[in-house]
């Protein structure tokens, strides 16, 4: 079993549904990662967490350390969302240790 | 002004051939890694470098061997490759854990 669990596996909602992506880890860790990969195949960090709640315009990253669960929230999705997003952590011990990922949610925005 | 940037982005070669991917970044960080994306999408760590020492190797065959010239250089050299080595292969940097994450470089080997 991975450590880094993410569902659902594939979303596909339209435009202008509230969007919730779940990550569950079974491992110790010092901080959580959502990023994205764009079908163009590029991937960038949207949020770092260790603890609580973080807003960037329509995305919303929460984190309970005491049931190892995160959630990546998108309110009024648009179809430019679409893309991968990834759950990865940062297992306890630090960043040098690289990122342990999960298997991406594949979101579809269709308008 | 790329932050961190790798070439090539596509490389082609036959099986038994030895290659390299360069990764450059210009934000000063610290630490630097290759992670390796396989035909299923799942990316998995190969090593990271926190000044020029190398800190994890995450059961990578030896044929892999990271070289790091300088704390913004960590170049991924591969001998003798395989057909399971076609993948897309990520350099990343970080300071404080947050990570930037290159291009990518598609390998296909035939």
């Known amino acids: 079993k991975n450590e880094v669990e993410q569902s659902p596996q594939n979303l596909t909602a339209q435009e202008g549904e509230f969007i919730t992506i779940n990550c569950s880890y079974s491992v110790g860790i010092s901080a959580l990662h959502w990023l994205q990969q764009h079908p163009g195949g590029g991937i960038v960090s949207l949020f770092m967490?260790?603890?609580g709640k973080k807003k960037h315009g329509r995305l919303i990253a929460t984190i309970n350390i005491q049931e190892k669960h995160s959630s990546l929230h998108i309110t009024a999705s648009h179809p430019r969302d679409s893309a991968v997003y990834i759950c990865a952590v940062n297992t306890s011990g630090g960043g040098a240790d690289g990122l342990t990922f999960g298997k991406g949610t594949h979101l579809i925005i269709q308008p | 002004d790329t932050a961190v940037s790798q070439t090539p982005k596509y490389l082609v070669t036959q099986m038994g051939n030895d290659k390299s991917i360069k990764c450059e970044q210009n934000l000063g960080h610290d630490t630097m890694y290759w992670y390796k994306q396989d035909s299923k999408k799942f990316l998995k760590i190969m090593f990271s470098?926190?000044?020029?020492?190398?800190?994890i190797n995450e059961t990578v065959p030896n044929r892999f061997s990271p070289k790091s010239p300088d704390k913004a250089h960590l170049n991924l050299h591969i001998n003798s490759l395989e057909l399971g080595d076609s993948a897309v292969y990520f350099c990343?940097?970080?300071?404080?854990?947050?990570?930037?994450f290159g291009p990518g470089t598609r390998l296909t080997v035939l």
């Open positions: 967490l260790s603890s």
């Open positions: 990343a940097s970080s300071q404080s854990a947050k990570q930037f």
């Open positions: 470098y926190n000044n020029k020492e190398l800190i």
